[in-house]
Each structure stands twice: as C-alpha cells, then as structure tokens.
C-alpha cells in the first residue's frame, strides 16, 4: 500500500522550554494531551492526542543563547535535501543542517522574511484523518511581506491558493491548501516585534472550558475568544512560560429537523481540514535548533488578531435586524394614537371657539356698560355743578335784594 503525499503537510511541534516536565500538565488539561517520556531519550517528552502523538518538549542546549519558550512547527517533505536546496536556494537560510534521527529526517530553516520553521519526514506516516480535539488543525504565518513569503512557500512545498479575504485595515488574509484542502493562512504582521512567526492553532471541543482551564493553570488569555468566517471560533494563549499558542473549535449547527437521522457530529469544514499524520518526534537531535523567532510573552500584545470577524459584531447583527420589525409596530402605533386623538383636538377646538366669542361679546357689553356709566357721571357731576351754581346765584340775589331793602328804610 502506497503511503500518502506529505509534502506541505503539518506534522509536528516543538515546544523548546527550561523545563519540559513542569509543562506536561499544563498541556493535559487544555488540550487533553497525554504525556510520557521518549523511549529513546527520557528527557524529552512526547505529547498525543486521540490520534496518536502530535508534539514534543524539551530543555535548551547549553550553545543557544536565547532561551525564551516557543513553539516551532515542522511541515512535511518528501524529500528533505531537495526541499532544502529549494528554500535555500529561493532565500530561505539554513538553522540547523539535514539530520537523520531514529524517527526520521529533518532540518531547520528561516524563510527570507525571517520566520523560523522546520521541515521533517517522518519514517512512519499515517493517513491523513478528520481532525479530532487535540489535533493540530491550523497553521498561520504573520509577515512583513505577504506575497512575497506566500511565493516563497507555495515554491518550496507546492502550497495553492485557497482564498483571499479582504480584512481592511489589516489587509489580505490569504488562506492556502494542498490539493484544493485548507491547510492555513498568511497575514500581514502588524507589529514589528517580535518579528515574522509562525502560529499553530490546536482544535478542542469547547473553546470556553479550555481557556478557563489555561487562565486556572497558570496560562493567560492574548487575543479572543473571537469567531472568524465560517462560524469556528478562535482564541490566542501564552502558556505558564510565555510560548504563545492557539486554540480552535469548529461550532456545531443543530439539525434543523428533529426527525430526520442525527447528523455527523463532525462538521464539513472540520473534515476538509485533516490532522497532523501523527509521526514520532524529531526528539533530542533538536537541541542544537536555535530558537525561533516566535512571539515571547512580553510581545504577546503585539501579536495581530487572525481573520476574524468583530466577536461583538456577529451575535450584535441579527439583535439589530430584530429590533426593525418592532421599530416599525412601534411606529404604526404611534401613527394611530395620533389619529385617534386628532379628531378629538379638532372637535375641541371647534367647540373652544364659539366660546371665545361669547366670552368677546360679553366683555365688549361690559365695556360699553361701563362707558355708559362713566358718561352717566359725568353728567350727573355737570348738572350737579350747575345747580350748585345756580342755587348759589340765587343766594347772592336774595343778599342784594336784602341789602338794598334795608338801605331804602
């Protein structure tokens, strides 16, 4: 039976950290991972998921002289020298040489933008399978030149062109596969430090409960939880030591007849984006990789969102959409109080003005009323002056007729 192609698939990855062992349980309780000691070298510990061994850990050798924690993904080649040759032939710098261990053959490199990563050829494949919690699902490059790593990458492993999102202001989210199957992602790295990385994202069946269990072991939250096209939702980690990792869940859609025949709990776009093939590890041959450059826990702010959509906007839109319908009754309920009570103003307006005009006429008869009045008084005060003036005229003809009685005598 032929082995499946694993040219440009994702096979491994490489936690390089002070203490391996420290991590182990960390790591259980996030992803669920199992951990035990290589049989061949103690010292480094293998993690395995329900598919079988998918990580490694161990301590830095006494030459490297950056010893910050990280995580360092290892694709797939048919042929290790060739492809070598190919990326440093294409810009690509050699970290470590190509190497045969008991697991397999592998090399380190830098791709021209300077993002670390390792390519590997295990001497057991498995065949490639739907992705199960604790599977590597995942792969996303943040650089400083999109196009430019893409071609660089899709020369070197015959990576395609799945799709490209436009995100904005963030750019192009450019999403590429292996035989039309999405395998990963690259973006535009939106802060200079700590420089080009590769991130690695690790699928688990409840996003929520394996964050608390990170926050609760010691872990700390970077970016997210977030929801990103296709309804998946994401989040971004450090764990205890400061290696950033990630975390995905692909979000299940009930039936939506109860009747009919319970439907697969593994989603279509879940089994279009097959696992790691589960080789063993590179194992303590890796102790001379320099470290890659990845984000440390300190730049950990620094590290831009993936293509995501706003978490808030997404469950936000249809409450808006909902709101429209009840605007609208809202509205119409309105419009129909106020013609209801129209016709009341109206009629009460009507029965207001012959009111007023009473009221008008009343008090223009008590004005004349007064007027008559005041003309009255007048009056009466003229003819009462007058008779004063008269009676007092006839009082001084009656003194001079007395006068002059009284003179004759």
């Known amino acids: 039976m032929a082995q499946p192609n694993i040219q440009g698939r994702f096979f491994w990855q490489e936690l390089l950290c002070a203490d391996p062992a420290a991590v182990t349980a960390f790591y259980g309780r996030v992803l669920g991972w199992r951990a035990q000691p290589a049989a061949s070298d103690p010292s480094y510990m293998t993690f395995a998921s329900r598919s079988g061994p998918v990580a490694g850990a161990m301590a830095p050798g006494a030459e490297q ?21 190919t990326a440093v032939r294409l810009g690509g710098k050699l970290v470590h040489a190509a190497a045969d261990i008991e ?44 196009e430019t790593a893409f071609k660089f990458y899709q020369e070197v492993f015959g990576w395609q062109v799945i799709q490209r999102l436009d995100m904005g202001a963030s750019g192009t989210y450019l999403i590429f596969g292996v035989a039309g199957t999405p395998r990963g992602g690259v973006m535009k790295l939106m802060h200079p430090a700590p420089g080009p990385y590769w991130l690695c994202y690790t ?16 872990g700390r939250l970077l970016n997210g939880p977030m929801t990103v096209p296709g309804g998946a939702r994401i989040a971004q980690l450090a764990d205890p030591n400061g290696a950033v990792f990630a975390l995905h869940t692909q979000v299940k859609i009930p039936a939506i007849q109860p009747q009919a025949p319970a439907a697969s709990t593994t989603s279509p776009s879940s089994a279009k984006s097959p696992a790691s093939a589960s080789p063993a590890p590179p194992a303590a041959a890796l102790r001379k990789v320099p470290l890659a450059k990845v984000p440390t826990l300190e730049a950990a702010k620094a590290i831009p969102k993936p293509a995501a959509a706003t978490p808030a906007a997404a469950p936000s839109a249809p409450a808006k959409a909902a709101s429209k319908p009840a605007a609208k009754k809202a509205a119409v309920k309105k419009a129909a109080v106020k013609k209801a009570v129209a016709p ?21 008869a008590k004005k004349k009323v ?21 009676s007092s005229a006839k009082r001084g003809a009656r003194r001079v007729s007395k006068k002059k009685a009284r003179r004759k005598k």
């Open 65 to 85: 002289k950056d010893t910050h924690s990280h995580w360092l993904a290892y694709i797939g080649a048919e042929d290790v020298d060739a492809t070598l040759a």
């Open 103 to 146: 697991q397999g053959r592998y090399a380190v490199l830098a791709d021209p933008q300077g993002a670390t990563f390792g390519i590997y050829k295990p001497s057991h494949i498995a065949a490639d399978h739907a992705v199960q919690p604790g599977d590597h699902c995942w792969l996303e490059l943040a650089t400083t030149d999109l």
């Open 203 to 218: 699928e688990v069946a409840d996003l929520d409960k394996a964050i608390a269990a990170a926050e609760k072991s010691g």
């Open 344 to 364: 009341k103003k109206k009629a009460a307006a009507k029965k207001s003005k012959p009111k007023k005009k009473v009221a008008a006429k009343k008090s223009v």
């Open 370 to 390: 007064a007027k008559k009045k005041v003309a009255k008084k007048k009056v009466a005060k003229k003819a009462s002056a007058r008779g004063r003036a008269a």
